[in-house]
């Protein structure tokens, strides 16, 4: 069992950056590929970024390569989504999610769920 603790959301200009963190608890966190996800009311969950059990695998939806970075810390527990040069329709809820399953972008493949955060870019 792991649970998992956004934190970092905010409302920010196009342009600007944010960071996300996300704050594991579980014995099980360093063998767990990590993932964020995004929503928006009345749309399904999307993949944004994935790492896994170490930053040396990364994998990023084409809409925020480039822009987003993600990396773990397995000796706090954490995981960040560095979000540059963010756009109005980055707005969303984000959410951070833990799988089993190496690679994963599907919501499907990923087993735990924290509680979101949410992230507005204003124009």
């Known amino acids: 069992q792991v649970q998992l603790v956004e934190s970092g959301g905010g409302l920010v200009q196009a342009g600007d950056s944010l960071t996300l963190s996300c704050a594991a608890a579980?014995?099980?966190?360093?063998?767990?590929?990590m993932g964020w996800f995004r929503q928006i009311l009345g749309k399904e969950r999307e993949f944004v970024a994935g790492v896994g059990e170490t930053d040396d695998f990364t994998f990023y939806a084409d809409s925020v390569k480039g822009r987003f970075a993600v990396s773990r810390d397995n000796a706090k527990n954490t995981v960040t989504l560095q979000m540059n040069d963010l756009k109005p329709e980055d707005t969303a809820d984000y959410y951070c999610a833990a799988s089993w399953i190496p690679g994963a972008k599907s919501a499907q493949g990923y087993a735990f769920w924290g509680q979101g955060t949410q992230v507005t870019v204003s124009s």
């Open positions: 579980g014995r099980a966190f360093s063998k767990l590929s």
